[in-house]
Each structure stands twice: as C-alpha cells, then as structure tokens.
C-alpha cells in the first residue's frame, strides 16, 4: 500500500483543488469598502492633526513629523486600552496600514511579551512586525536614493 | 492474519476491548466566551475573565488542567494516590500545561501530544491500560486556552489582524474524564487509531482543510475495521474541524459511498454560535473535544439522550517554525466508540 | 476640501492593501514591509511627493509613507553630505516616529497588560 511520491503528489494536488473549490472565500467587496472606510477615518484624523499643527504657525512641510509622532501615540493608546485589535479586525487592511497601524505591532508585542521579561521578553519581541518594516524600509531607502541619486543626480 | 498474541487489535488499525473501561465522572471548565455559547449551561464552571486570577494566560491554562484534575477526583472522592495513570497533553510547546499542573499531582503521569485529538488519543490509550489490566483508574485530561495558543501560533493578542473566514477560534477550557474498569456510565467499547496524513496544506489559517483527510481516513477505516455504517452511531462528533473541514469530510466520505447524515457533528460547531460570537469557521483547540465531551456530551449520556457516540478527536501537528519554513501540515485523527448498553 | 482628499486617497492606499491581503497568501506584515516598499520606490520615481503634496495626510498616514521620509532623508543627505548621506540620512526625517513607536511601546508595556 505504500505510496510513491508520484501518488502522494497526485493526491495532494486533487485535495487543494477540491478544497479550493469548498474554503469560503473573504468577503472581497465588504472588507474594501470597510478598509476604505476605516482607513480614510484614520486619514482624515491625520489630516485634522496635520491642519492644526500648520494653523499653530508650522510650515506644511515641518508638520508631518509632529503629525505622526500624535498618529503613533493614538495607535498606541487605543492599543494598550485593547480597543485596536477590535478596530483591526474590522478594518483589516484600514488600521494595520496608517501609521497607527505600525504603532499597534510594536505596541501590541511590547504588551504582549513582558512577561518573558522587560530586555529579552518585551525590548526583543516588540520589533516582531515592526523589524520587518523598518529593515526593508531602510534597505530599500538606501537602495533607492543612492539609485535615484546616481541617475537623476538627487 | 494476524500472529502474536495482540487478540484486541482489529482490522487495519483498530481495538476492540475485551471488558470496556466505564467513563465515571468528568469535569469540565471553560472561559467567559465559551459560557456565552450555545453549550453554555451545560460546564460546570465558566471562568469570570481569560485570567483567572493568573499573572499570564500559561498560567491559567496551567490552573484550568489542575482544576479539571481535581474536581473530577473529587467526585469520584478519590485521591491522586488512587489513580494507576494520568494522561495529559496541551498545545503548547513540551506540553508544559500538563508537565506544570502534573507537579502537584502525585500519580504516575504519561504525556500526550496529539494536538487537538489529544482527549480521543488520551481516551483511547487510558482504555487501553485498563482493558489491558495494567490499570484500573486512569484519569485523562487536556485543555488549550485562546490566548496562549494565539501566543504560541499566531500574533501577539493586541495585534489589529484580520482572520479570514476559515480562521478558527481557539476553545479556553479544560476537561477531564476518569476512566475505571468498574463502575457506573457509558463505556469505551473500541478505538480507531489515525495515522498522519498530509495533502499538502499550508495555510496555518484554514485548519479544517488541513485535518478533514485524516478525519475522513479515520472515520472511513473505523467503519471498515468493525463492518459498521454511519447510522450505527447516534452521534459522530468530530473535535475541532470546523465549518470548512466538516463540509470536505462529507465530500470526501461520499466520495467512497459513505453518507454521514445528521448524525455527524462537530464540536468546533456545537461550542460557539457563529452567527453571534466572532469565531469565524468555529472552535478548535485541546480544550474544544474535551470540554464538549466532559460538559455536553458525556451528561447526554445520562440523562438518556445519547447511546451510541463516535467521538472522533482531530489534531493539527504543525509548530510555529514549520509554517515558518513553508511545511505543509499533517494531521491525525483517532476515533473511540462510547456507548451505553 | 483637504479632509476630502485625505480620506479618499488614504482609503484608497488601504483599499490595495486588503486586495493583497485577501487575494494572496501574505500576511498583514507582509502588505505593510510591501507598502514600505513601493512608498520608497514611487518616492525614487518622484511620484510620492506630489502625491503628499496632493492628498496631505491621505499620504503621509499610510506605512508607504515610511518610504517616502526614510528615501527622501538619503536623498537630502546624499545632496549634503555625499556618500555617507545615504546612511546617515535614512532616519532623518523618519526617526521621530519610529522612536515615538518605540518609545510609546515601552512606556505602555510598564503601565499595561494584555487583554487578550
């Protein structure tokens, strides 16, 4: 009775197919309209901070920095009151990707794994989704200036 | 056909057994959500909150296993001592729930690891022990809790993810069953013990998929081995497939001309209301087959509603680092006959 | 109107994000490491700047956006400093939030437990 790798393959492969044909497949229309949703509140709260930091006599281009550091700080707050895990699952892609969103993954471990202990628990751990982006950030930040500022000359 | 002296092992990979150890007593423990489902009314304590009076959720997982050990003992009014075997098993790495909560029970202790199937394995081998003569009281509990597992398997808990819609919702609960050569209750009659199968699924989000062909085979090879049909069971309950693996057992098994009418249930389904509560596909998790059996099931028994239950566990045996490394997930099933008569 | 712009565009950025979310294997980290991705990429292209300058927040609160400051930190110390600016220049205009995450991760790690 023993099964070639040949048979197993075959096997598995009409398995997927069939199973394919019965997973229930995401809502596609209901989780857009709900990313676009939550994800344009989220932006347009951004844009109520930007605007008040300008009208407090910031430049425009100065304000973004301050604008995110208040963006980071709400997707954190709302993060340890366990509130945007509930907004997250909703939203889906319209709260994991603001910056709030960012500010929830390192929130969100750090939390989490203090109890493994505050340096290799918490101070590791809290870098779990977070690492990836600013390590592919800054790889491709570098990546592409340098690209940028070899061709087009900056 | 067969040699030796192994005069219990039938067909493929079955056991019949000889004097059928009786299911005494059970006890069963679960966390708010669970309470607020559908079976609610029907365990014996519902946890308040996820903590438990713990400082982490291992902890409490730690808590529920002691405690399912120890209220069953107490109705049965036995001590620790008393117990021949503990088997014991949980999701988490090294089953340290089991290990942990073991420390303050002084009985011989055997650890399971069978992913979600662990109360089926744990049910089978405990007969096993006892219809062999090697034991007269074996206790077998196992119990998973929603936070550890997401933990261990997934995000952390506060992490705004998405699940998909075959996501399955991992059972906080415990539950424990004392199984004695003599006494009062329904009895383990036969076993079917699973092998690993793997089609090659890899989505850690869509178990159901991942475990229905071991349920199936399971199943399909319990009925072969003892000549029986489907509608020789009031009742076959799969652990923890959910809505998306119990839909492909049917179309697998009717496939091979085996028709599972209503009779085929699964405790993922039973547990929660997937209309009401957020759990997606259902519940899964060690702690969904052993609180559904220990706290609704078993008690079908008594008040004279169930006869006949197929109590098919099924288990999961991926780790976080296979997915990791794009392993696909094998699964296993085992199969144990209760039964009034 | 800026409220207007800010919603539609930044929905819109979020709109993509669930599409390759539900329509791939990846996982969330994975669309968010995508978007930083593409932000620094369109910003080499010269694109992302006119679209913040467009859409304001709508732009700048997306993770792509992350892309954009660490690339156009490199950009403006590279014309400064020269080679080195491309190393010292990535967390010049993005650091302040990356130390706001990490900074409000542990502060709320103290005060805070998980709920699960």
């Keep these: 009775m023993a099964q070639t790798k040949e048979q197993q393959k075959r096997a598995q492969e009409e398995y997927q197919r069939l199973a394919r044909r019965h997973r229930p497949r995401p809502p596609l229309l209901r989780n857009a309209l709900l990313a676009f949703l939550v994800g344009g509140a989220i932006s347009a709260a951004g844009q109520g901070v930007l605007n008040f930091f300008v009208a407090q006599g910031l430049p425009p281009d100065k304000a973004g920095g301050p604008t995110a550091g208040v963006m980071v700080f709400l997707g954190a707050f709302l993060t340890a009151l366990g509130v945007y895990d509930k907004i997250g699952q909703v939203g889906g892609a319209g709260s994991a990707i603001p910056i709030t969103g960012f500010a929830n993954s390192i929130v969100a471990a750090a939390i989490e794994f203090k109890t493994e202990g505050f340096v290799m628990g918490m101070a590791a751990r809290m870098y779990q989704i977070a690492g990836p982006v600013i390590t592919y950030g800054v790889t491709s930040a570098i990546v592409v200036g340098l690209l940028r500022f070899l061709i087009a000359g900056g | 056909m067969r040699r030796g002296v192994a005069v219990k092992r039938i067909g493929k990979q079955s056991v019949k057994f000889t004097s059928p150890p009786v299911i005494t007593n059970t006890f069963s423990i679960v966390g708010p959500m669970e309470g607020q489902g559908p079976l609610g009314q029907r365990f014996d304590t519902v946890l308040e909150d996820t903590f438990y009076g713990e400082q982490t959720w291992e902890k409490t997982e730690c808590k529920l296993l002691r405690e399912a050990i120890f209220n069953v003992l107490n109705r049965a009014q036995l001590q620790p001592t008393d117990l021949d075997f503990i088997l014991a098993g949980d999701l988490l790495d090294q089953i340290v729930s089991s290990n942990f909560a073991l420390r303050e029970v002084e009985a011989p202790f055997l650890g399971l690891y069978g992913a979600c199937s662990t109360l089926a394995e744990g049910l089978a081998t405990g007969a096993m022990l006892v219809d062999g003569g090697f034991a007269d009281r074996v206790l077998v509990v196992t119990g998973s809790h929603h936070d550890t597992a997401e933990r261990q398997y997934r995000f952390p808990t506060e992490l705004g993810v998405q699940r998909p819609p075959t996501a399955q919702w991992t059972v906080t609960g415990a539950g424990s069953c004392l199984l004695q050569s003599q006494g009062k209750g329904p009895r383990v009659t036969c076993a079917t013990l699973g092998r690993v199968i793997d089609l090659g699924s890899k989505d850690p989000n869509d178990m159901g998929t991942a475990m229905a062909p071991a349920a199936a085979d399971t199943i399909r090879q319990h009925l072969r081995d003892f000549a029986k049909r489907p509608e020789d069971y009031d009742l076959i309950m799969t652990g923890d497939l959910g809505a998306v693996g119990v839909e492909l057992v049917r179309v697998i098994l009717r496939k091979d001309g085996i028709e599972l009418g209503q009779q085929f249930q699964d405790g993922g389904l039973l547990i929660f209301d997937r209309e009401q509560q957020d759990v997606h596909a259902g519940g899964s998790g060690c702690g969904c087959s052993a609180v559904v059996f220990a706290g609704h099931l078993f008690k079908l028994f008594a008040e004279g509603k169930l006869r006949r239950l197929l109590l098919a566990g099924t288990g999961a045996l991926l780790s976080p680092l296979t997915y990791q490394q794009a392993e696909s997930i094998p699964s296993v099933c085992h199969a144990v006959a209760i039964e009034v008569y | ?116």
């Excluded at chain 3, 991760?105 to 437990?113: H, P, V």
């Design chain 3, 1 to 116: 109107m800026s409220y207007v712009w800010a919603f539609l565009v930044g929905g819109l950025i979020c709109v993509i994000g669930q599409l390759v979310f539900d329509l791939t294997v990846f996982t969330m980290g994975h669309v968010m490491v995508l978007f930083v991705v593409l932000g620094s990429v369109l910003t080499g292209l010269g694109l992302y700047e006119p679209l913040v300058k467009f859409a304001g927040a709508g732009a700048s609160v997306p993770v792509s956006n992350f892309g954009y400051v660490l690339t156009s930190g490199v950009l403006k110390e590279l014309e400064l400093i020269g080679p080195w600016g491309a190393l010292a220049g990535v967390f010049e205009l993005g650091g302040g939030a990356i130390a706001a995450a990490i900074f409000f991760g542990f502060l709320f790690a103290l005060l805070t437990r998980a709920k699960g």
